[in-house]
């Protein structure tokens, strides 16, 4: 896949990272329109996130469910099929990576991201059921489902019909945002982390996952709800167990971690992968873009399994919805990031064998001091005593992860250093004496699910060498049921744009690419996986903002009612 990184990074150039220049550094108008319009929904609804938190969880109780309402699966079952999809990698590999290039600080713009995203899943969810789709008649084919809603039912529906190309367009994108941020991301990680931790090959690993996925989708939003609302509470009672674990045997360790995190946010030296020391900007686009990426707040996907709950009240779904991110990034990704920062591992390095024919390897850019940047066509790179023999402004570095190996040797022990030339292109390096290599080891930062793992193995050594296991289990369970769920919302993409007969094939081909995406380059399915992201986002925040008036009118009138109140005692 790495002969996609040209288009990757032109589409990086003009859709992830374009935008306006604020204190000299440019600032992406994703970021400005994501936590704008979080911000905005917050206001219009009177800090929803705030006064009606209490309300979402007694709604996810069920204990104000009525069965006879129109839709295919409970509150909690919605609420598991969306948390499946958002609590995942985002929330091993995702606080690692922001952590890794934006430095601790990261951690906190992932947790602004969440609290003006609790408002704008409430707003977006509540018009995905005010403006659902329901035929009872598409119910009998148990792979579809008697429910579809989402933006592009919003969009057409709330703004009237001369918006359809803009619903048309955010189907057909979200759907390819399915297939990577769902779906190749989640196998990558899955069998990246099974085959550093026990060599199991890649796309065996796929091939597995490939087909549990397979067999839970075909069974439809009813299936894959049964099966996330038993995956989604164990899953993360197993993570946040052992985080909180490893927080009380370090229990000294989380002021400091607290301070560093609020220091950085504003005044960050620099990521692991070298950001540059102060580069505001980046550590706040780190902490947005995977905070995003965590809790999909704004991106249009988790209305779509909200949408199948079943109620007549769209606010009560909307309560229920803005639980996510509360959950998501405020709880679970702290626990990821305070663990990382109090054992230190985002700075520590591993012995690695660093593959020079795929892997994890990279090349990186000296742009100016303490600046780099990733190139795909760097040329040949002299090593002398196993250390880069230049190292200034435009010199080409040896990198695991973004960030380069400080000495390379030839032997697993790290005895005998290399001397001679490394050949990107080639992937291979060949040594004074002509012996040429496929693979160097050196002492490497990780990135990812794997930096998560080490943090948790060394924070439960007190107890055993063990603590990654937990992380390896996260991943498993969080790698399969995410995809299951994400599964969904692509096959309600492609009903809304090609009717009940593009569903079938939609989940075939979510399958073939699952199984693709666990042997793709680690760099360019995540790369892809942002810009899919940075792109679908527009149509659903402009639909929400010019839909706000409906939300508060909607939020009015159910807190007025209190329909709950009846149902209470009915119950």
Not at 137 to 150: E, K, L
Not at 211 to 237: D, E, H, Q
Request: proline share 4%; glycine share 12%.
């Amino acid at each position: 896949m790495d002969w996609l990184q040209p288009l990757v990074d032109f589409l990086r150039t003009y859709f992830v990272e374009f935008g306006v220049p604020i204190n000299g550094e440019n600032v992406p108008f994703m970021v400005i329109l994501l936590l704008g319009t979080g911000l905005y929904l917050t206001v219009r609804t009177g800090f929803v996130q705030i006064r009606h938190l209490a309300h979402g969880f007694g709604v996810t109780s069920g204990r104000y469910d009525d069965p006879d309402d129109p839709g295919d699966v409970s509150h909690f079952q919605a609420l598991t099929t969306a948390l499946s999809a958002t609590v995942g990698i985002g929330n091993i590999a995702g606080v690692a990576m922001a952590i890794h290039w934006g430095g601790p600080g990261a951690l906190f713009w992932m947790w602004v991201t969440a609290f003006v995203g609790m408002a704008t899943k409430f707003s977006e969810v509540t018009l995905a059921q005010k403006y659902r789709e329901v035929d009872k008649a598409s119910g009998a084919q148990g792979y579809d489902g008697a429910v579809a809603g989402g933006p592009m039912y919003y969009i057409e529906r709330g703004l009237g019909p001369s918006w359809k190309p803009l619903a048309a367009f955010f189907a057909v994108t979200l759907g390819f945002t399915a297939f990577l941020t769902g779906n190749a991301v989640q196998s990558q990680t899955v069998a990246d982390s099974m085959f550093s931790e026990f060599g199991i090959p890649m796309w065996i690993t796929g091939l597995i996952t490939a087909s549990v996925v397979a067999g839970v989708i075909l069974g439809g939003i009813a299936r894959i709800g049964k099966v996330t609302a038993f995956l989604a509470p164990l899953m993360a009672a197993v993570y946040v167990t052992g985080a909180l674990a490893i927080i009380a045997l370090n229990v000294t360790e989380v002021g400091p971690a607290f301070a560093t995190i609020f220091s950085e946010a504003f005044n960050p030296r620099s990521g692991v992968a070298g950001t540059g020391a102060g580069v505001f900007v980046m550590t706040l686009m780190w902490g947005v873009r995977r905070g995003l990426f965590s809790n999909e707040a704004g991106q249009g996907s988790a209305p779509i399994a909200h949408a199948a709950a079943k109620t007549d009240e769209p606010v009560s779904e909307g309560v229920v919805a803005l639980l996510e991110p509360f959950i998501d990034t405020i709880v679970i990704c702290s626990m990821t990031g305070l663990v990382i920062i109090m054992t230190n591992s985002h700075v520590e390095r591993f012995p690695t064998e660093v593959s020079l024919t795929g892997g994890d390897i990279s090349y990186t850019l000296v742009t100016e001091d303490n600046r780099y940047a990733s190139t795909s066509n760097a040329g040949p790179i002299e090593i002398v005593e196993g250390r880069h023999l230049s190292t200034g402004v435009g010199a080409a570095l040896v990198s695991w992860h973004e960030a380069s190996v400080e000495e390379l040797f030839v032997d697993l022990d790290h005895t005998r250093l290399f001397t001679g030339t490394v050949f990107p292109d080639r992937g291979e390096a060949v040594a004074t004496d002509g012996t040429t290599y496929t693979a160097l080891y050196g002492d490497a930062v990780e990135a990812g699910a794997p930096l998560t793992m080490n943090a948790f193995r060394e924070g439960l050594q007190p107890l055993g060498d063990w603590g990654h296991y937990i992380v390896l289990l996260g991943v498993l369970l969080f790698g399969i049921s995410t995809a299951i769920s994400w599964s969904y919302y692509g096959d309600r993409c492609a009903k809304y744009l090609f009717g009940h007969g593009g569903v079938l094939p939609y989940k075939f081909v979510f399958v073939a690419l699952h199984f693709v995406g666990a042997i793709g380059s680690v760099a360019v399915v995540w790369d892809l996986a942002d810009v899919a992201l940075s792109i679908v986002i527009w149509p659903n925040l402009i639909a929400l903002l010019l839909l706000a008036p409906k939300v508060v009118e909607e939020t009015r009138s159910y807190f007025e009612r209190r329909p709950w109140d009846k149902r209470a005692n009915r119950v």
